[in-house]
């Protein structure tokens, strides 16, 4: 059973023009259970949509606005890495974790 991230889900809320969230849940047996969060990064004209498994710890992009194949390929290129990082092991938060996202996709769109 995880714990939803109240912060997070305040600081990147639906008003957050660059990155906002929002937590998925199940309801099984009655008991509301959190399974991922869904994401939007925004930046100028592009937009990616990412998912955050709670299960696996991975994230993954499920579309890509406004992007054109190289984009796309690069944005999948900086997510694999991301995945493969261990970062729940060396302590991070999953704020930090977000922050690196950010920073990654703002480096690439804005040059």
């Not at 849940?25 to 969060?37: A, C, F, G, H, S």
């Not at 194949?69 to 930090?96: A, C, H, L, V």
Request: proline share 2%.
């Amino acid at each position: 059973h995880q714990i939803i991230d109240y912060p997070c889900l305040r600081k990147y809320d639906q008003w957050n023009k660059h990155f906002s969230m929002k937590a998925a849940t199940t309801n099984e047996n009655e008991k509301e259970r959190l399974i991922d969060y869904n994401c939007i990064y925004r930046y100028g004209k592009y937009e990616v949509t990412l998912e955050y498994s709670i299960l696996t710890a991975k994230w993954t992009i499920v579309n890509d606005k406004y992007h054109s194949e190289e984009e796309e390929k690069q944005s999948n290129t900086y997510i694999n890495r991301m995945n493969e990082t261990p970062w729940i092991d060396m302590g991070y938060t999953f704020d930090e974790r977000i922050r690196h996202i950010l920073r990654l996709f703002d480096d690439y769109f804005s040059s």
